[in-house]
């Protein structure tokens, strides 16, 4: 039987891209995916809430409920619509000067040369230069 050159040469780029092919050292001897566990997961305690396999719950509150003696918070970080429904940044002036970076008042200040015009950039007071 005789090959064709195409099939051949597919061959030989299968089998000489598979030679190529090494190992790099990990540092431990890989057991593969179907080794033993040196631990039983079913002998060790729980963490955290958890539904069991049997359909028993295993925590202090589940479906979104809260556990005796817990106080909620007024909103729900994780399914609120309004996380952001405060007050903007402006209109929370004592903590404004606090967001901003490290050298804010040289972005306050126009840099090209003239020293009598001081207009603050963030307010788009400053036109073309």
Not at 39 to 61: H, K, M, S, Y
Not at 67 to 94: H, N
Not at 112 to 118: E, F, K, M, V
Request: aromatic content about 6%; proline content about 10%.
């Amino acid at each position: 039987m005789k090959l064709p050159a195409s099939m051949l040469w597919a061959l030989l780029a299968v089998f000489h891209t598979a030679a190529a092919q090494q190992m790099p050292d990990i540092g431990f001897a890989s057991v593969g995916r179907a080794a033993p566990l040196p631990d039983d997961i079913n002998a060790r305690e729980p963490v955290g809430a958890t539904l069991q396999r049997n359909g028993a719950f295993n925590g202090a509150a589940q479906a979104g409920q809260v556990a005796p003696g817990v106080q909620p918070l007024p909103r729900d970080l994780f399914t609120t619509k309004d996380f952001y429904s405060g007050p903007g940044p402006l209109e929370r002036s004592a903590l404004f000067p606090l967001q901003q970076p490290a050298g804010h008042r040289n972005t306050l200040v126009r840099q090209c040369g003239r020293c009598d015009r001081q207009e603050s950039a963030h307010l788009g007071a400053l036109g073309p230069l």
